[in-house]
Structures are given as C-alpha cells and as structure tokens.
C-alpha cells in the first residue's frame, strides 16, 4: 500500500509570488485534507477535498485554494505570498468519510 | 480561537517511566480524539485514538485516557524509551454528515527521553 506523498520537499519563494504544492493520496483513499503548521506549532486546517469539491474550509483567506482530481491526487494553491506564509504544508488522506487522517511528510515553504 | 489546549509544553522522562500528555477540550461536539507523534522532518503519525463512549484505551504502551464530563483526555506512554523521543500532537474532530477528518490540533508537547 502506498502512502500519502507530496511534492516538492523544500521551495523558497519570495513575497507576492505563487506557489503551487501537489499530493497524492494514499492508495484507496478518496479524501484529502491540507494543513499549515508554523514552525513550533500544531497542524491548522487549511480545507478539505472530496469527490473533486471543496468539502469544508478553515480559517484561511481565499487566496489559499486547492484541486482535486479524478485520481484523488490534490494541489494547494497559494497567491501573493506572504512571509507569514512561512510554514510545513502536510496533505493528509483518508477513505471516504472516514475519521483517521494520514498525513505525508510536508512540503517546507520559505518565503523571503 | 483556541479549542484544544495542550500542556505540558515540554517533558523529560528517564527511560522505563511513564509519560502524560494532557489536552482539554471546548467543543463539545468533538467526537474522535486521536493522538499523533511526530518526528523532525515527518509528517505526523496516528498513534492511538479515542471516541467519547469509552473511558480508556490501550495500544501496546500507549494508553488514553477520556474524561467526557471534565472535557479531557490524556496519554500515556509507558516503558518510556529514547526511540519515543517525538512530538506529540493532541487533536479532535466533530463527525457527522459529510464532515470527517477535519482535526484540531493542540499546539505540540516535546518529549525527550533519557536513556
């Protein structure tokens, strides 16, 4: 069973830029959840994707937005960086409908 | 606003002893409570988990502990070993409907074990 990955590992990008993190589920997983966890802090609910819509959103301004697409992979979007922005982005996946998350390994984003 | 609170900020344990995690909770729709450990580097990893219809529950050496009426819940870890060296994420969801897996983490607790 393959787990849940994401891409890419590190990026350093600058403020105002975009920035554009990808995952795919873990096999035989239909849902995908995004955090944003700062740096000494818990994870934070950024949106959740299932059956190819938005299925719930945390407290995160529109300029974070997400896919998901037929195979169940998901990208996380972000617009006009900032430097708060600064942070590990974790996909995490689970069956449909399901309580247990399981989390990738994160994308660290650096943004100067 | 801060829905699960998590202490102690830190922990040190000597090898052998037993480790606890505090959370509190204010939701009191919360109905999953799962605990993650996560490495430096790693993603988190579910641990153990917990609903509210039961008061206990054990894995292995890790064990949770549920308190419906106070809106609390612990873990412990016993035997503690160096390898266990981690962070630990308290977290709770609200379940119904469509709405699953959507968690509230607690801010962390690092625990170092001394060999």
């Known amino acids: 069973e393959t787990g849940v990955t994401q891409s890419p590992t590190h990026l350093i990008k600058t403020r105002g830029q975009q920035v554009t993190l990808r995952c795919s589920s873990q096999?035989?997983?239909?849902?995908v959840s995004w955090y944003q966890q700062a740096l000494g802090q818990g994870p934070q609910f950024i949106f959740q994707?299932?059956?190819?819509?938005?299925?719930g959103r945390g407290n995160f301004p529109p300029r974070f937005s997400g896919l998901q697409f037929p195979n169940y992979s998901s990208e996380l979007n972000v617009n006009a960086l900032e430097l708060d922005d600064s942070a590990l982005y974790l996909c995490?996946?689970?069956?449909?409908?399901?309580?247990?998350?399981?989390f990738g390994p994160g994308t660290r984003l650096t943004v100067l | 606003q801060q829905q699960v609170k998590q202490s102690p900020q830190s922990l040190i344990v000597q090898k052998g002893g037993i480790s606890i995690i505090n959370c509190a909770y204010e939701?009191?729709?919360?109905?999953?409570f799962p605990w993650y450990q996560q490495f430096p580097g790693k993603g988190p990893a579910l641990l153990i988990a917990?609903?509210?219809?039961?008061s206990e529950k054990k894995e292995g050496r890790f064990t949770i502990s549920f308190n419906k009426s106070a809106k609390q819940f612990s873990l412990h870890i016993m035997d503690s070993q160096p390898g266990d060296s981690a962070t630990y994420f308290c977290?709770?969801?609200?379940?119904?409907?469509?709405?699953?897996?959507?968690?509230?983490f607690g801010q962390g607790t690092i625990l170092t074990v001394h060999p």
């Open positions: 995490a996946s689970s069956r449909k409908l399901a309580n247990e998350q399981f």
């Open positions: 096999s035989g997983h239909n849902t």
């Open positions: 994707y299932y059956r190819e819509e938005e299925n």
């Open positions: 939701n009191t729709a919360f109905d999953y």
């Open positions: 917990i609903r509210p219809d039961v």
């Open positions: 977290a709770a969801s609200v379940n119904g409907g469509t709405s699953y897996g959507k968690l509230t």
